[in-house]
Antibody, heavy 123, light 107 residues
Framework: EVQLVESGGGLVKPGGSLRLSCAASGFSFNNAWMNWIRQVPGKGLEWVGR??????????EYAAPVKGRFTISRDDSKNTLYLQMNSLKSEDTAVFYC??????????????WGQGTLVTVSS | DIQMTQSPSSLSASVGDRVTITCRSSQSITTYLNWYQQKPGKAPKLLIYQRSTLQGGVPSRFSGSGSGTDFTLTISSLQPEDFATYYCQQSRSTPLTFGGGTKVEVK
């Protein structure tokens, strides 16, 4: 069974840092292009960024609002995806999901999602 | 960046109704268009990918069409479990972007 399980969310002060994790199982994690997507409670979905598989270069891409503040990384030996979030702002408050797709090489049609972890940025 | 615009933002419908949701992209995305269903407190669920391919396990009352910049999600006969919010998403290029959502409510 495919599973993605996020952890690490919580309450953090503006300007603070937090690291989210996403533990994957049930599929070939090392070959997957992994994504972070967030959703402000009651609002729409926003792609945060992705990391390519090592075979495809292992590079990262980010959405403009988080570029320079967030860093995506992966540990294929642990089947785990990470999101390091620095200089957090109130507008970063959201549920963060990890996600990937199995229908296409670029994994951009997301049929695999975690349950989400809530990050609240507030003083 | 490719902007995705969904309409309507909400609609009221009854069980058995035919429901149509539209999604427009700010530039051509050929057929790189996906549709998701989300229920409160849950992660989105992929319904349709690459414009019209039904994800495994998704009922055949869901269908997708369109190309270029204009796309449609159709539910041929709305069922009680279909009341939810629906999102389109383009996978043509990064940053990957989603529409604002369409909430399908009980009439």
């Amino acid at each position: 069974e495919v599973q993605l399980v996020e952890s690490g969310g919580g309450l953090v002060k503006p300007g603070g840092s937090l690291r989210l994790s996403c533990a994957a199982s049930g599929f070939s994690f090392n070959n997957a292009w992994m994504n972070w997507i967030r959703q402000v409670p009651g609002k729409g979905l926003e792609w945060v960024g992705r990391i390519y598989s090592k075979n495809d270069g292992g590079t990262t891409e980010y959405a403009a609002p988080v570029k320079g503040r967030f860093t995506i990384s992966r540990d294929d030996s642990k089947n785990t995806l990470y999101l390091q979030m620095n200089s957090l702002k109130s507008e970063d408050t959201a549920v963060f999901y990890c996600a990937t797709g199995s229908n296409s090489h670029d994994s951009s049609d997301f049929d695999r999602w975690g349950q989400g972890t809530l990050v609240t940025v507030s003083s | 960046d490719i902007q995705m615009t969904q309409s309507p933002s909400s609609l009221s419908a009854s069980v058995g109704d035919r429901v149509t949701i539209t999604c427009r992209s700010s530039q051509s995305i050929t057929t790189y268009l996906n549709w998701y269903q989300q229920k409160p407190g849950k992660a989105p669920k992929l319904l349709i990918y690459q414009r019209s391919t039904l994800q495994g396990g998704v009922p055949s009352r869901f269908s997708g069409s369109g190309s270029g910049t204009d796309f449609t999600l159709t539910i041929s006969s709305l069922q009680p479990e279909d009341f939810a919010t629906y999102y389109c998403q383009q996978s043509r290029s990064t940053p990957l972007t989603f529409g604002g959502g369409t909430k399908v409510e009980v009439k």
